[in-house]
């Protein structure tokens, strides 16, 4: 079987986004953050234990059908104590505060790990949201599995010593940007050995 489905766990990640609600996964609330049928691969937010929620990305060769989807995240199973996920880089501190809304973690078409997270800059006219996306640099280019937003704003990529770094930012519509100067420090982010990684890469 070509393609895989992928389960990747976000402690903490918020349920209330506009997006169309699922039926129920072991008793508690689900929502297609992308629905099964079309091109693109179908993405299921389900809670894993109450209040943690997990996003299951299923490519369209493995399954276009919603129920085997809501099956998979029915049957997927997680550590009840996992230890803390640690990233490999860290990002140089930007003179603009922003929040990270999100962090994650998965699995690349290779096998290999792959990380990133969802910050976002407050601007005078609203919010300013930026995604980093970060895999290894053997890899050819591939679309992001959480985001896929390449049209909503501008996008760039670098190579981080043996990382490659997407980031995608949706600004304001009037082209000015809070973002800007952390932008511009991403091709300096530092990589930590692996006894020196972090929990959280943009802190």
Partial sequence: MKGKAKAT???????GVTVPRGPTVNG???IWMAQPGGKGA?????QSVPNVWAVLTVQPDVTRDAQT???IAANARFARNPEPVRFPLRFRSTSQRFDTTELHTYTTESGAPGFGGTLVFKHPKGKETVWVDVYPATMKRHTVPTLGKESLGNYSEVTVGAYRVQVLVDGPPDGTSMADDFVSRVGKATVLPQNQQTTNPFA
């Fill in 69 to 71: 989807i809501v099956k």
């Fill in 28 to 30: 508690g609330q689900t």
């Fill in 9 to 15: 766990d976000t402690h903490g990640a918020s349920g």
């Fill in 42 to 46: 179908a993405q299921l937010a389900f």
